[in-house]
DNA sequence: ACAAAAGTGTTGACTATACACCCATGG
DNA sequence: CCATGGGTGTATAGTCAACACTTTTGT
Protein backbone atom coordinates (compact mmCIF):
# COMPACT_ATOMS: atom_id res chain seq x y z
CA UNK A 1 0.00 0.00 0.00
CA UNK A 2 1.28 3.40 -0.94
CA UNK A 3 1.79 5.71 1.38
CA UNK A 4 0.50 8.61 0.74
CA UNK A 5 -1.83 9.71 -2.24
CA UNK A 6 -0.36 12.77 -2.91
CA UNK A 7 -3.73 13.94 -4.91
CA UNK A 8 -6.01 14.45 -1.62
CA UNK A 9 -3.13 17.30 -0.40
CA UNK A 10 -2.41 20.66 -0.89
CA UNK A 11 0.72 21.12 -3.08
CA UNK A 12 3.73 22.68 -1.53
CA UNK A 13 2.42 23.08 1.83
CA UNK A 14 2.95 21.12 5.03
CA UNK A 15 2.79 21.36 8.71
CA UNK A 16 5.14 20.59 10.92
CA UNK A 17 4.90 19.79 14.74
CA UNK A 18 6.89 20.74 17.62
CA UNK A 19 5.24 18.25 20.67
CA UNK A 20 6.94 19.17 23.92
CA UNK A 21 6.73 16.75 27.12
CA UNK A 22 8.00 17.22 29.84
CA UNK A 23 9.78 14.57 32.00
CA UNK A 24 12.47 14.78 34.26
CA UNK A 25 13.16 18.04 34.66
CA UNK A 26 13.75 18.31 31.08
CA UNK A 27 11.65 19.96 28.50
CA UNK A 28 11.00 16.75 25.30
CA UNK A 29 10.59 17.20 21.56
CA UNK A 30 8.86 14.62 19.73
CA UNK A 31 11.41 13.98 16.68
CA UNK A 32 11.68 10.56 14.72
CA UNK A 33 14.08 8.80 12.54
CA UNK A 34 14.20 7.89 8.96
CA UNK A 35 16.76 5.26 7.83
CA UNK A 36 18.12 5.58 4.53
CA UNK A 37 21.53 4.97 3.54
CA UNK A 38 22.32 7.12 6.58
CA UNK A 39 19.69 7.85 9.16
CA UNK A 40 17.93 11.54 9.82
CA UNK A 41 15.58 12.86 12.40
CA UNK A 42 12.89 14.90 11.42
CA UNK A 43 9.95 16.16 13.16
CA UNK A 44 6.32 15.23 12.65
CA UNK A 45 4.84 16.81 9.55
CA UNK A 46 2.46 16.07 7.09
CA UNK A 47 0.16 17.74 4.86
CA UNK A 48 -3.26 19.51 3.94
CA UNK A 49 -6.08 17.56 2.72
CA UNK A 50 -8.17 19.64 0.30
CA UNK A 51 -11.71 19.93 2.05
CA UNK A 52 -9.51 20.32 5.62
CA UNK A 53 -8.61 23.25 7.86
CA UNK A 54 -5.00 23.91 8.63
CA UNK A 55 -5.86 23.57 12.66
CA UNK A 56 -7.81 20.13 11.74
CA UNK A 57 -4.75 18.93 9.82
CA UNK A 58 -2.41 19.60 12.80
CA UNK A 59 -4.50 17.87 15.00
CA UNK A 60 -4.78 14.94 12.72
CA UNK A 61 -1.58 14.57 12.29
CA UNK A 62 -0.77 14.90 16.17
CA UNK A 63 -3.22 12.03 17.12
CA UNK A 64 -1.43 10.01 14.22
CA UNK A 65 1.47 10.18 16.02
CA UNK A 66 0.41 10.36 19.52
CA UNK A 67 -2.61 9.06 20.13
CA UNK A 68 -4.00 11.95 21.25
CA UNK A 69 -7.46 13.67 20.67
CA UNK A 70 -8.01 17.15 22.22
CA UNK A 71 -3.93 18.48 22.30
CA UNK A 72 -3.41 22.12 23.16
CA UNK A 73 -1.54 23.22 19.93
CA UNK A 74 -1.13 26.11 18.80
CA UNK A 75 0.44 27.86 15.37
CA UNK A 76 3.47 30.61 15.58
CA UNK A 77 4.99 30.53 12.59
CA UNK A 78 5.49 29.90 8.81
CA UNK A 79 9.33 28.79 7.42
CA UNK A 80 9.05 29.33 3.70
CA UNK A 81 12.07 30.74 2.39
CA UNK A 82 13.27 29.04 -0.71
CA UNK A 83 16.25 27.44 0.21
CA UNK A 84 14.56 25.07 2.96
CA UNK A 85 14.69 22.12 0.73
CA UNK A 86 17.65 20.43 2.15
CA UNK A 87 19.84 19.02 -0.60
CA UNK A 88 21.31 16.23 1.46
CA UNK A 89 18.38 14.49 2.12
CA UNK A 90 17.26 14.63 -1.31
CA UNK A 91 20.60 12.53 -2.39
CA UNK A 92 19.92 9.91 -0.22
CA UNK A 93 15.99 9.88 -0.97
CA UNK A 94 17.32 9.44 -4.11
CA UNK A 95 19.46 6.47 -3.72
CA UNK A 96 17.38 4.58 -1.10
CA UNK A 97 14.36 5.58 -4.22
CA UNK A 98 14.48 1.92 -6.26
CA UNK A 99 14.20 -0.52 -3.08
CA UNK A 100 11.11 2.09 -1.30
CA UNK A 101 9.23 2.07 -4.82
CA UNK A 102 9.77 -1.91 -5.02
CA UNK A 103 8.46 -2.25 -0.99
CA UNK A 104 5.68 0.09 -2.08
CA UNK A 105 6.33 2.63 0.12
CA UNK A 106 6.25 4.96 -2.37
CA UNK A 107 5.70 5.84 -5.92
CA UNK A 108 7.50 7.78 -8.76
CA UNK A 109 4.50 9.94 -8.38
CA UNK A 110 4.91 10.45 -4.20
CA UNK A 111 8.24 11.19 -5.11
CA UNK A 112 8.25 14.31 -7.69
CA UNK A 113 5.80 15.38 -5.31
CA UNK A 114 7.92 15.27 -2.20
CA UNK A 115 10.60 16.89 -4.26
CA UNK A 116 9.26 20.31 -4.92
CA UNK A 117 9.94 23.34 -2.93
CA UNK A 118 7.64 23.45 -0.04
CA UNK A 119 5.83 26.44 2.42
CA UNK A 120 5.84 24.84 6.26
CA UNK A 121 3.11 26.05 8.72
CA UNK A 122 4.56 25.43 12.24
CA UNK A 123 2.53 24.09 15.62
CA UNK A 124 3.96 23.37 18.64
CA UNK A 125 1.84 21.01 20.70
CA UNK A 126 1.93 20.71 24.70
CA UNK A 127 0.70 17.42 25.76
CA UNK A 128 0.96 14.86 28.97
CA UNK A 129 4.07 12.92 28.46
CA UNK A 130 2.61 9.85 30.22
CA UNK A 131 -0.20 9.47 27.58
CA UNK A 132 1.81 9.67 24.60
CA UNK A 133 2.42 6.52 22.81
CA UNK A 134 4.68 7.40 20.06
CA UNK A 135 3.28 5.95 16.67
CA UNK A 136 5.32 4.94 14.08
CA UNK A 137 4.76 5.08 10.76
CA UNK A 138 6.23 3.27 7.58
CA UNK A 139 9.17 5.18 6.89
CA UNK A 140 10.39 5.78 10.78
CA UNK A 141 13.03 3.52 12.24
CA UNK A 142 12.27 5.23 15.18
CA UNK A 143 10.04 8.09 17.88
CA UNK A 144 11.27 9.32 20.86
CA UNK A 145 12.03 12.29 22.71
CA UNK A 146 14.68 14.10 23.07
CA UNK A 147 15.85 16.77 25.41
CA UNK A 148 15.41 20.24 23.76
CA UNK A 149 18.84 21.18 24.82
CA UNK A 150 20.27 18.34 23.03
CA UNK A 151 18.40 17.93 19.97
CA UNK A 152 19.87 15.82 17.21
CA UNK A 153 20.28 17.69 14.05
CA UNK A 154 16.92 17.52 11.94
CA UNK A 155 16.66 17.63 8.63
CA UNK A 156 15.84 20.38 6.65
CA UNK A 157 15.05 23.85 8.75
CA UNK A 158 13.46 21.38 11.88
CA UNK A 159 16.26 22.92 14.28
CA UNK A 160 14.92 26.79 13.59
CA UNK A 161 11.60 25.38 14.15
CA UNK A 162 12.22 24.21 17.44
CA UNK A 163 14.42 27.45 18.35
CA UNK A 164 11.46 29.42 17.26
CA UNK A 165 8.24 27.24 19.02
CA UNK A 166 10.35 27.45 22.41
CA UNK A 167 10.39 31.37 22.15
CA UNK A 168 6.43 30.86 21.14
CA UNK A 169 5.99 28.87 24.64
CA UNK A 170 7.93 30.70 26.42
CA UNK A 171 5.95 33.65 25.67
CA UNK A 172 2.74 32.52 25.87
CA UNK A 173 3.54 29.83 29.12
CA UNK A 174 2.57 33.22 31.41
CA UNK A 175 0.26 34.71 29.52
CA UNK A 176 -2.16 32.28 28.61
CA UNK A 177 -1.68 29.45 31.44
CA UNK A 178 -0.87 26.99 29.25
CA UNK A 179 1.68 24.93 31.16
CA UNK A 180 -0.26 22.88 32.70
CA UNK A 181 -1.34 20.87 30.05
CA UNK A 182 2.30 19.50 30.15
CA UNK A 183 1.70 18.04 33.76
CA UNK A 184 -0.44 15.25 34.48
CA UNK A 185 -4.09 15.84 35.85
CA UNK A 186 -2.59 16.28 39.49
CA UNK A 187 0.83 17.86 40.44
CA UNK A 188 2.76 19.50 43.12
CA UNK A 189 3.71 22.96 43.51
CA UNK A 190 7.31 21.65 43.00
CA UNK A 191 6.63 20.25 39.47
CA UNK A 192 4.90 23.17 38.31
CA UNK A 193 8.18 25.24 39.01
CA UNK A 194 10.47 22.32 37.68
CA UNK A 195 8.76 22.56 34.76
CA UNK A 196 8.98 26.51 34.65
CA UNK A 197 12.77 26.38 35.43
CA UNK A 198 13.24 23.81 32.36
CA UNK A 199 10.87 25.69 29.91
CA UNK A 200 13.10 29.18 30.81
CA UNK A 201 16.84 27.64 31.90
CA UNK A 202 17.03 29.48 34.70
CA UNK A 203 15.63 28.66 38.51
CA UNK A 204 12.72 30.29 40.29
CA UNK A 205 12.60 31.41 44.41
CA UNK A 206 10.68 28.78 45.73
CA UNK A 207 8.52 30.91 47.48
CA UNK A 208 7.57 33.70 45.18
CA UNK A 209 7.07 31.43 42.02
CA UNK A 210 4.60 29.86 44.57
CA UNK A 211 2.88 32.97 45.58
CA UNK A 212 2.84 34.10 41.33
CA UNK A 213 1.05 30.64 40.86
CA UNK A 214 -1.38 30.66 43.32
CA UNK A 215 -2.21 34.44 42.70
CA UNK A 216 -3.17 33.63 39.15
CA UNK A 217 -6.37 31.52 40.49
CA UNK A 218 -6.18 28.70 38.19
CA UNK A 219 -5.15 26.13 41.07
CA UNK A 220 -7.38 24.13 43.40
CA UNK A 221 -5.74 22.28 45.90
CA UNK A 222 -6.57 19.09 46.75
CA UNK A 223 -4.72 16.49 49.00
CA UNK A 224 -1.74 16.23 50.51
CA UNK A 225 0.37 13.43 48.61
CA UNK A 226 2.78 11.91 50.94
CA UNK A 227 5.78 10.18 48.91
CA UNK A 228 7.58 8.46 52.30
CA UNK A 229 10.48 11.36 52.25
CA UNK A 230 11.37 12.22 55.74
CA UNK A 231 9.80 15.99 55.41
CA UNK A 232 6.56 17.87 55.15
CA UNK A 233 3.85 16.43 52.67
CA UNK A 234 3.42 18.45 49.55
CA UNK A 235 -0.20 19.61 48.79
CA UNK A 236 -1.82 18.38 45.25
CA UNK A 237 -3.30 20.46 42.68
CA UNK A 238 -5.17 20.49 39.81
CA UNK A 239 -5.59 22.95 37.02
CA UNK A 240 -9.25 24.34 36.88
CA UNK A 241 -10.26 24.79 33.54
CA UNK A 242 -13.02 26.82 32.56
CA UNK B 1 -1.66 41.30 -21.21
CA UNK B 2 -2.96 38.30 -18.92
CA UNK B 3 -2.85 40.05 -15.30
CA UNK B 4 -0.72 37.47 -14.06
CA UNK B 5 0.91 33.91 -14.58
CA UNK B 6 -0.50 31.21 -12.53
CA UNK B 7 2.15 28.83 -14.04
CA UNK B 8 4.90 30.70 -11.89
CA UNK B 9 3.01 30.70 -8.47
CA UNK B 10 2.74 28.32 -5.61
CA UNK B 11 -1.04 26.70 -5.79
CA UNK B 12 -3.72 27.64 -3.46
CA UNK B 13 -1.23 29.75 -1.34
CA UNK B 14 -1.21 32.90 -0.55
CA UNK B 15 -0.26 36.41 1.12
CA UNK B 16 -2.84 39.07 2.61
CA UNK B 17 -1.19 42.53 3.99
CA UNK B 18 -2.46 44.89 6.68
CA UNK B 19 -0.55 47.75 5.66
CA UNK B 20 -0.81 50.22 8.58
CA UNK B 21 -0.35 53.53 8.47
CA UNK B 22 -0.97 56.68 10.75
CA UNK B 23 -2.53 59.83 10.52
CA UNK B 24 -4.89 62.42 11.80
CA UNK B 25 -4.77 60.53 14.79
CA UNK B 26 -6.12 57.99 13.27
CA UNK B 27 -4.46 53.92 12.75
CA UNK B 28 -5.26 53.91 9.05
CA UNK B 29 -5.57 50.42 6.98
CA UNK B 30 -4.68 50.04 3.32
CA UNK B 31 -7.84 48.57 1.13
CA UNK B 32 -8.69 48.44 -2.02
CA UNK B 33 -12.20 48.74 -3.98
CA UNK B 34 -12.78 46.04 -6.54
CA UNK B 35 -15.91 46.59 -9.11
CA UNK B 36 -17.38 43.98 -10.74
CA UNK B 37 -21.57 44.45 -10.81
CA UNK B 38 -21.15 45.07 -6.63
CA UNK B 39 -18.31 46.77 -5.18
CA UNK B 40 -16.09 44.45 -2.83
CA UNK B 41 -13.37 45.79 -0.74
CA UNK B 42 -10.32 43.60 -0.48
CA UNK B 43 -6.63 44.01 1.29
CA UNK B 44 -3.27 43.88 -0.63
CA UNK B 45 -2.43 40.61 -1.49
CA UNK B 46 -0.84 38.19 -4.11
CA UNK B 47 1.00 35.06 -4.37
CA UNK B 48 4.23 33.52 -4.24
CA UNK B 49 6.37 32.95 -6.76
CA UNK B 50 8.45 29.48 -7.30
CA UNK B 51 12.20 30.58 -6.89
CA UNK B 52 11.21 33.31 -4.28
CA UNK B 53 10.52 32.87 -0.12
CA UNK B 54 7.31 34.05 1.76
CA UNK B 55 9.37 37.40 3.15
CA UNK B 56 10.27 38.05 -0.31
CA UNK B 57 7.03 38.01 -2.26
CA UNK B 58 5.42 40.07 0.81
CA UNK B 59 7.87 42.49 0.23
CA UNK B 60 7.17 42.02 -3.55
CA UNK B 61 3.90 42.90 -3.11
CA UNK B 62 3.98 46.07 -0.62
CA UNK B 63 6.47 47.43 -2.94
CA UNK B 64 3.92 46.88 -5.96
CA UNK B 65 1.11 48.15 -3.64
CA UNK B 66 2.81 51.56 -1.88
CA UNK B 67 5.99 51.95 -3.87
CA UNK B 68 8.21 51.62 -1.30
CA UNK B 69 11.33 49.04 -0.49
CA UNK B 70 12.44 48.43 3.10
CA UNK B 71 8.65 48.30 4.82
CA UNK B 72 8.58 46.97 7.80
CA UNK B 73 6.63 43.89 7.71
CA UNK B 74 6.08 40.57 10.28
CA UNK B 75 3.95 37.93 9.53
CA UNK B 76 1.72 37.26 12.24
CA UNK B 77 -0.77 34.27 11.19
CA UNK B 78 -2.27 31.72 8.93
CA UNK B 79 -5.53 31.66 7.70
CA UNK B 80 -6.57 28.42 6.20
CA UNK B 81 -9.93 27.16 7.12
CA UNK B 82 -11.82 25.24 4.40
CA UNK B 83 -14.85 27.28 4.22
CA UNK B 84 -12.58 30.65 3.73
CA UNK B 85 -13.96 30.93 0.29
CA UNK B 86 -16.51 33.78 -0.23
CA UNK B 87 -18.87 32.66 -2.07
CA UNK B 88 -20.74 36.30 -2.81
CA UNK B 89 -17.66 37.52 -4.26
CA UNK B 90 -16.97 34.33 -6.71
CA UNK B 91 -20.55 34.44 -7.74
CA UNK B 92 -19.68 37.88 -8.94
CA UNK B 93 -16.87 36.67 -10.48
CA UNK B 94 -18.54 34.25 -13.03
CA UNK B 95 -20.61 36.99 -13.47
CA UNK B 96 -18.16 39.51 -15.08
CA UNK B 97 -16.06 36.50 -16.29
CA UNK B 98 -16.88 37.01 -19.90
CA UNK B 99 -16.70 40.41 -19.93
CA UNK B 100 -12.83 40.72 -18.24
CA UNK B 101 -11.80 37.29 -20.27
CA UNK B 102 -12.98 39.54 -23.01
CA UNK B 103 -10.91 42.58 -22.21
CA UNK B 104 -7.29 40.20 -21.52
CA UNK B 105 -7.29 40.70 -17.78
CA UNK B 106 -8.20 37.01 -16.96
CA UNK B 107 -8.16 34.38 -18.84
CA UNK B 108 -10.15 30.93 -18.03
CA UNK B 109 -6.67 29.24 -16.16
CA UNK B 110 -6.63 32.06 -14.05
CA UNK B 111 -10.11 31.30 -12.59
CA UNK B 112 -9.97 28.22 -12.51
CA UNK B 113 -6.65 28.76 -10.54
CA UNK B 114 -8.35 31.43 -8.62
CA UNK B 115 -11.60 29.21 -8.03
CA UNK B 116 -9.68 26.95 -5.52
CA UNK B 117 -9.54 26.74 -1.79
CA UNK B 118 -6.68 29.04 -0.58
CA UNK B 119 -4.50 28.73 2.62
CA UNK B 120 -3.18 32.76 3.65
CA UNK B 121 -0.33 33.85 4.76
CA UNK B 122 -0.87 37.22 7.43
CA UNK B 123 1.35 39.94 7.42
CA UNK B 124 1.27 43.21 8.64
CA UNK B 125 3.54 46.43 7.72
CA UNK B 126 4.39 49.76 9.10
CA UNK B 127 5.05 52.85 6.99
CA UNK B 128 4.86 56.11 7.25
CA UNK B 129 1.96 57.26 5.48
CA UNK B 130 3.29 60.12 4.00
CA UNK B 131 5.98 58.20 1.71
CA UNK B 132 2.97 55.67 0.02
CA UNK B 133 1.39 56.88 -3.16
CA UNK B 134 -1.27 53.69 -3.20
CA UNK B 135 -1.14 51.67 -6.35
CA UNK B 136 -3.72 50.45 -8.44
CA UNK B 137 -3.69 47.17 -9.89
CA UNK B 138 -6.06 46.95 -13.52
CA UNK B 139 -8.51 45.34 -11.31
CA UNK B 140 -8.67 48.10 -8.83
CA UNK B 141 -11.42 50.92 -8.54
CA UNK B 142 -9.43 52.42 -5.86
CA UNK B 143 -6.90 52.31 -3.23
CA UNK B 144 -7.13 53.99 0.20
CA UNK B 145 -6.53 54.32 3.80
CA UNK B 146 -9.69 53.69 5.60
CA UNK B 147 -9.71 54.03 10.00
CA UNK B 148 -9.26 50.83 11.29
CA UNK B 149 -12.13 51.64 13.66
CA UNK B 150 -14.40 52.23 10.40
CA UNK B 151 -13.09 49.50 8.08
CA UNK B 152 -15.99 48.35 5.25
CA UNK B 153 -16.81 44.78 5.30
CA UNK B 154 -13.98 43.40 3.52
CA UNK B 155 -13.83 40.59 1.07
CA UNK B 156 -13.53 36.67 2.74
CA UNK B 157 -11.86 36.15 6.32
CA UNK B 158 -9.82 39.90 5.45
CA UNK B 159 -11.62 41.85 8.18
CA UNK B 160 -10.70 39.02 10.77
CA UNK B 161 -7.19 39.40 9.32
CA UNK B 162 -7.08 42.80 10.16
CA UNK B 163 -8.39 42.07 14.32
CA UNK B 164 -5.43 39.66 14.30
CA UNK B 165 -2.92 42.15 13.20
CA UNK B 166 -3.93 44.68 15.47
CA UNK B 167 -3.71 42.47 18.25
CA UNK B 168 -0.27 41.96 16.89
CA UNK B 169 0.62 44.82 16.83
CA UNK B 170 -0.25 46.13 19.97
CA UNK B 171 1.73 43.02 21.09
CA UNK B 172 4.72 44.25 19.74
CA UNK B 173 4.45 47.85 19.29
CA UNK B 174 6.32 47.92 22.93
CA UNK B 175 8.88 45.42 22.73
CA UNK B 176 10.36 45.48 19.29
CA UNK B 177 10.16 49.04 19.41
CA UNK B 178 8.44 49.10 15.77
CA UNK B 179 6.12 51.89 16.45
CA UNK B 180 8.10 54.50 14.67
CA UNK B 181 8.30 53.16 11.54
CA UNK B 182 4.69 54.73 11.33
CA UNK B 183 6.36 58.37 11.74
CA UNK B 184 7.88 60.68 9.63
CA UNK B 185 12.14 60.49 9.86
CA UNK B 186 11.32 63.49 12.72
CA UNK B 187 8.50 63.73 15.40
CA UNK B 188 7.36 65.31 18.54
CA UNK B 189 6.77 63.83 22.11
CA UNK B 190 3.00 64.26 21.55
CA UNK B 191 2.96 63.10 17.67
CA UNK B 192 4.48 59.48 19.57
CA UNK B 193 1.95 59.71 22.41
CA UNK B 194 -0.91 60.28 20.07
CA UNK B 195 -0.62 57.26 17.77
CA UNK B 196 -0.01 55.19 20.69
CA UNK B 197 -3.42 56.33 21.98
CA UNK B 198 -4.32 55.64 18.74
CA UNK B 199 -2.76 52.10 18.12
CA UNK B 200 -4.30 50.90 21.94
CA UNK B 201 -7.56 53.04 21.78
CA UNK B 202 -7.44 54.63 25.32
CA UNK B 203 -5.41 57.66 26.52
CA UNK B 204 -1.63 57.82 28.13
CA UNK B 205 -0.88 60.25 30.70
CA UNK B 206 1.57 63.03 29.25
CA UNK B 207 4.14 63.18 31.28
CA UNK B 208 4.56 59.67 32.22
CA UNK B 209 4.09 58.42 28.70
CA UNK B 210 7.46 61.13 28.04
CA UNK B 211 9.17 58.93 30.81
CA UNK B 212 8.68 55.91 29.60
CA UNK B 213 9.42 56.46 25.87
CA UNK B 214 13.08 59.08 26.71
CA UNK B 215 13.62 56.25 29.06
CA UNK B 216 13.89 52.91 26.17
CA UNK B 217 16.96 55.17 25.26
CA UNK B 218 16.27 55.00 21.32
CA UNK B 219 15.37 58.66 20.65
CA UNK B 220 17.65 61.30 20.12
CA UNK B 221 17.04 65.06 20.87
CA UNK B 222 17.37 67.47 17.81
CA UNK B 223 16.55 71.09 17.66
CA UNK B 224 12.60 72.29 18.56
CA UNK B 225 9.90 73.05 16.13
CA UNK B 226 8.66 76.57 16.28
CA UNK B 227 5.07 75.75 15.36
CA UNK B 228 3.74 79.62 15.54
CA UNK B 229 1.21 78.17 18.53
CA UNK B 230 1.90 80.11 21.73
CA UNK B 231 3.48 78.07 24.06
CA UNK B 232 6.12 76.04 24.31
CA UNK B 233 7.93 74.75 21.68
CA UNK B 234 8.17 70.89 21.19
CA UNK B 235 11.15 69.21 20.43
CA UNK B 236 12.18 66.97 17.42
CA UNK B 237 13.05 63.57 18.37
CA UNK B 238 14.55 61.12 15.83
CA UNK B 239 14.59 57.37 16.11
CA UNK B 240 17.90 55.83 16.82
CA UNK B 241 18.78 52.91 14.51
CA UNK B 242 21.20 50.31 15.22
C1' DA C 1 0.11 89.43 31.64
C1' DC C 2 -2.13 85.51 29.92
C1' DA C 3 -3.45 81.06 27.74
C1' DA C 4 -1.81 76.93 26.02
C1' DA C 5 1.00 73.19 26.01
C1' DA C 6 5.80 71.32 26.97
C1' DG C 7 8.99 69.61 30.30
C1' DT C 8 10.26 67.92 34.89
C1' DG C 9 9.88 66.50 39.76
C1' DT C 10 7.47 64.19 43.66
C1' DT C 11 4.39 61.17 45.77
C1' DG C 12 1.96 56.94 46.80
C1' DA C 13 0.41 52.39 45.33
C1' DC C 14 1.53 48.25 43.62
C1' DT C 15 4.70 44.41 42.36
C1' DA C 16 8.67 41.64 42.39
C1' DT C 17 12.50 39.91 44.83
C1' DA C 18 15.25 38.60 48.87
C1' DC C 19 15.38 37.07 53.45
C1' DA C 20 13.55 34.72 57.48
C1' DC C 21 10.91 31.63 59.99
C1' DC C 22 7.91 27.84 61.24
C1' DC C 23 5.80 23.28 60.18
C1' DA C 24 5.10 18.45 58.92
C1' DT C 25 7.27 14.01 57.99
C1' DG C 26 9.93 9.74 58.67
C1' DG C 27 14.12 7.95 60.44
C1' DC D 1 15.02 15.18 68.04
C1' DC D 2 17.00 15.80 63.79
C1' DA D 3 17.43 16.37 58.70
C1' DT D 4 14.75 17.51 54.84
C1' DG D 5 11.83 19.92 52.18
C1' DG D 6 7.05 22.43 52.28
C1' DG D 7 4.34 26.51 53.42
C1' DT D 8 3.93 31.24 54.76
C1' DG D 9 5.13 35.92 56.44
C1' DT D 10 7.89 40.23 56.24
C1' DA D 11 11.11 43.72 54.59
C1' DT D 12 13.16 45.87 50.79
C1' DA D 13 13.80 47.54 46.18
C1' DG D 14 12.01 48.66 41.88
C1' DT D 15 8.27 49.89 38.83
C1' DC D 16 4.14 52.39 37.40
C1' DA D 17 0.33 55.71 37.61
C1' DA D 18 -1.48 60.24 39.70
C1' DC D 19 -0.67 64.80 41.02
C1' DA D 20 1.77 69.18 41.17
C1' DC D 21 4.65 72.60 39.56
C1' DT D 22 7.66 75.26 36.39
C1' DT D 23 8.99 76.82 31.71
C1' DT D 24 8.45 78.48 27.16
C1' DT D 25 5.92 80.53 23.40
C1' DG D 26 2.98 84.08 20.83
C1' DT D 27 -0.72 87.17 21.47
Excluded at 75 to 91: H, S, T, W
Excluded at 173 to 194: A, C, S, W
Excluded at 200 to 224: C, G, H, M, S, T
Amino acid sequence: MKLFDEQAFIHQLSIDCVIFGYKDLELKVLASQINMSRSFWTLPGGFIKHEEGIDGAAKRILEERTGLKDIYLEQYRVFGEPDRVNREVFEELAEVRDEWVAKGILDDANIGWLGKRFVSIGYYALVDINKVSPQKTELDDSVDWYNVKELPTLIMDHNEMVGYALEALRQNLDQKLIGFNLLPETFTMREVQELYEAVYDRPFARNNFQKKILDLNVLERLEKKFTGAQNKAPYLYRFRRE
